[in-house]
DNA sequence: TGTATTCATGAATTAAGGTTCACTATGGCA
DNA sequence: TGCCATAGTGAACCTTAATTCATGAATACA
């Protein structure tokens, strides 16, 4: 007999909440909060009731990855499927990843750098790999219209992917001031810089633009 | 009474073994073998010696990766302080490292990019700072001197390392035979984009000289 | 209402390796 | 040769959470 839809609902909202307890308790104060019964209790569960959800920690983690992580790839994804020019694409892509890593600052950190389980960290590549995935689009579509020198595009996606991590991973740092105005000038700096890799001479002059809720 | 200076050798050298075996492992298989009973069986000494030279497993490890980075971080520290134009040194820093890098290429990866403990994972971030540090003195003349565009000389080199170390050690770095051509190649695209992003237009022509025991 | 099935509980167990320490071996020295 | 300081030993001990599971509660359905 199926099961009825009340109590379906009612699995799929516990799981749900055990998921945002994860997310919020790693946002807040990353890794070292990130323990089973810790998050249960947040999500207002016994210890074991995790596992009725989740196979094991690192599958627990790993959809909280996927949780946030997808969202920022369908952003970038957006930006890079959008109209205009490779060039203006690739930074508003990258000013708009930036800007929304500063906004969720602990978070990012947590998803980006920040020290933690090595099963975690395996799980964080996949992320980085899907960012670097649709870059590597951009680059694609940049090179074949002559806006972008002529090199191996996977090699030039990992070299923006990284440029812009690893630039943001400082002003990420759970230390740093959260300053808007200045944040949106390092994002802009950073985003100018890691897409002029790639232009051709002369280099056009480009404004970021932020979009899809930047 | 001083200890005799054959005593002093031979604990000296000890304690090297204990170090090469730890690196030894990491360089073959990675993280996963980094234990602390393996590592004295390979370094030929009982589990509890180990402690008698080091105080725990990170600082053990933090010693292994000050020892190969600083190494690292000397050749580039060399290449920034070399006659030549910053564009130039840039850009042999860069290949240079690179091709270090790929011809201890399992060693590389875990001291760059491999999950691995928290507590080791934090000691890495020592070693990209003082490479990014390099990196930021190369970038300041650079600017000083007209070479690069005037912007945040941290930023710029956090972009640059994180460029470069992304695209040899990410989930898409190419797998490649060591002093190959092919190797070669890459090395020199990455140092190429890298550089890049930091010259003013029109860039200039550059060819990649490996220096300094490449 | 009875009962089978599923879900929830949380204390007890497990696991995996780092770390300790009581003991032994060794080398320098008088 | 005997003594002492120091290095070496490795099995036992800890630590820290993840994970399990016997038990109880709740729900769906006849």
Redo the contacts with the bound molecule.
């Keep these: 007999?199926?099961?009825?839809a009340?109590?379906?609902n009612?699995?799929v909202e516990?799981k749900a909440r055990i998921l945002d307890a994860a997310r919020a308790a790693v946002a807040l104060s990353g890794w070292?909060d990130?323990?089973?019964?810790?998050i249960?209790s947040r999500a207002?569960?016994?210890?074991?009731?995790?596992?009725?959800?989740?196979?094991?920690?690192?599958?627990?983690y790993a959809q909280v990855l996927a949780l946030v992580s997808e969202r920022e790839v369908a952003v970038v994804a957006a930006i890079v499927e959008a109209e205009g020019s490779a060039s203006q694409c690739l930074v508003d892509a990258i000013y708009t990843f930036s800007v929304r890593a500063m906004r969720g600052r602990r978070l990012a950190y947590a998803l980006i750098a920040e020290p933690c389980e090595p099963e975690i960290d395996a799980a964080r590549l996949k992320y980085r790999a899907a960012l670097a995935d649709q870059i590597a689009r951009l680059v694609r579509r940049g090179i074949a219209n002559g806006e972008f020198v002529d090199i191996d595009a996977n090699v030039a996606a990992s070299c923006v992917a990284g440029a812009f991590m690893e630039a943001l991973v400082g002003p990420l740092a759970p230390e740093a001031a959260p300053d808007s105005d200045a944040a949106k000038a390092i994002a802009q700096t950073i985003a100018g810089l890691s897409a002029r890799m790639l232009f051709r001479h002369p280099a056009p002059e480009l404004t970021p633009v932020s979009r899809v809720s930047a």
Aim: proline fraction near 0%; avoid cysteine; glycine fraction near 6%.
């Design positions: 007999m199926a099961i009825a009340v109590r379906l009612q699995l516990t070292k990130a323990q089973i019964a810790l249960a207002g569960v016994a210890t074991g009731s995790v596992y009725r959800y989740f196979d094991s920690k690192a599958d627990l």
